[in-house]
């Protein structure tokens, strides 16, 4: 993955100081819309984390969402081989597209509820690198593996009680608690749930 790392990076010299950006919905994978980013646009969607671009109609940096509320926000931003077309990683607050369509390519974009396990990663991930004061999720990060794997046994044994008690709710809500800890889990030793879903594939094949 060609993660862009400084904006310096981007060749806006060749469409005479614009880059096309793809935008791809983080979770379903669909490509939402393409708009254009001048260096200023670029800038401004780093800083708000809120995609903007440049209007060419209206000759000015515009934010997608700015009068509808559908915000697209940025998850990451990826450079091509080439360094002149970005391809962003976002989470969109409703429709896309100004008829109404999820996507401005009139694609339907459900998601299934599975895929939110990879929005929690990221999530978790997120509180990793920037370790926010007065988040549980950074409390669990600075006490290291000793306190996380703990936290996981612990979940587990209340599933299993909420299992041989049938007792679903507490059943359902306990095992949500493991699966959340096991993602900080994993997050804290480098890996993500995909490389489960890996694991399990190659076992499956």
């Not at 709710?169 to 879903?197: C, P, T």
């Amino acid at each position: 993955m060609n993660e862009l790392k400084n904006i310096d990076q981007v060749n806006f010299s060749k469409l005479d100081g614009l880059v096309p950006a793809v935008v791809q919905d983080n979770q379903s994978m669909k490509v939402l819309m393409v708009g254009f980013m001048n260096r200023e646009a670029l800038e401004k969607t780093q800083e708000l984390g809120k995609v903007t671009f440049f209007s060419r109609t209206k000759n000015r940096l515009w934010t997608k969402g700015e009068e509808s509320g559908n915000f697209l926000n940025v998850v990451s931003i990826l450079i091509d081989c080439d360094d002149d077309t970005l391809l962003i990683k976002a989470n969109p607050v409703g429709p896309v597209c100004h008829t109404g369509n999820d996507t401005c390519f009139y694609e339907m974009n459900p998601k299934a509820d599975v895929q939110f396990l990879s929005y929690l990663q990221d999530f978790i991930d997120k509180r990793k690198e920037e370790m926010p004061e007065g988040s549980y999720t950074t409390s669990l990060f600075t006490k290291g593996t000793r306190k996380i794997t703990q936290k996981v046994g612990e979940e587990a044994v209340e599933t299993i009680i909420g299992a041989m008690a049938n007792d679903d709710e507490n059943f359902l809500y306990e095992a949500g608690d493991l699966l959340y800890h096991l993602i900080v889990l994993l997050s804290h030793k480098g890996y993500r749930i995909e490389d489960i879903v890996k694991e399990l594939k190659s076992r499956h094949s």
